[in-house]
């Protein structure tokens, strides 16, 4: 089993949409985690942490469960500007960050 | 602010030729980081270096070495380019040594492609 695992895509919705990743770690010890956003090309910039409460940034909602180990992120009322590749990162420990493969996003007039 | 700068950002090399990723940040951030990331792969790490003369291998280090030059710079040198090593390779800074954190997460560079004929 993959350390951190998501769903590749391409979710594909339409503006205006609501849409939700999740992505799953299989190391129960895990300490901190991320979502990180990459456009085409481009290098990945952090999106936001995901705490333990949930969080929520504008229109974006990170949520973490910790019993089934899988965090998610929620985009509602997508842009056309949120077309992007969606990258969850997980911390086991120490320094070493694990990223997932990422999940597309494409996001249609 | 110029954040983490990398050069070159599209490199060619033939098969056993060598050459060197240069990465330099202006944040004065301690730890450092070089990853590579291949399609269906996500991003792995080569070596990364916690604090100015230190160095320390991630999950993909063979066929590379690197240099922490001094706070700023952190370069990856590959002896003897290989196929297997076309890629595009990031560098990444953040400020602490500790163990990451929301409050200290890295920040990337732009990313280096490379191909070996």
């Known amino acids: 089993r993959k350390e951190v695992e998501q769903d590749p895509g391409p979710f594909n919705v339409p503006e205006g949409a609501t849409v939700a990743f999740n992505c799953t770690y299989s190391n129960s010890a895990s300490q901190s985690f991320f979502w990180y956003r990459q456009d085409c090309r481009k290098e990945p910039k952090l999106l936001m942490s995901v705490y333990s409460s949930g969080n929520e940034d504008g229109r974006f909602t990170a949520q973490l469960n910790r019993a089934s180990q899988y965090i998610s992120l929620l985009i509602r009322d997508s842009k056309l500007s949120d077309s992007a590749t969606y990258l969850c990162v997980v911390l086991p420990w120490g320094q070493k960050l694990v990223f997932g493969t990422g999940t597309r996003l494409l996001v249609s007039p | 602010n110029a954040g983490v700068t990398q050069t070159p950002k599209f490199q060619v090399l033939k098969t056993g030729q060598s050459m060197t990723l240069q990465c330099a940040q202006d944040?004065?951030?301690?730890?450092m980081y070089w990853y590579r990331q291949d399609p269906g792969m996500g991003l792995r790490l080569i070596y990364y270096s916690a604090s100015e003369g230190t160095t320390d291998k991630g999950e993909v280090p063979n066929g590379y070495n690197v240099s922490r030059l001094n706070k700023r710079e952190f370069s990856l040198r590959l002896e003897s380019a290989a196929p297997s090593q076309t890629s595009v390779y990031f560098c990444?800074?953040?400020?602490?040594?500790?163990?990451?954190?929301?409050?200290?997460?890295?920040?990337f560079g732009a990313g280096s492609r490379l191909t070996v004929l």
């Open positions: 990444a800074s953040r400020r602490g040594q500790g163990p990451v954190s929301g409050a200290n997460v890295l920040t």
């Open positions: 944040m004065n951030h301690n730890s």
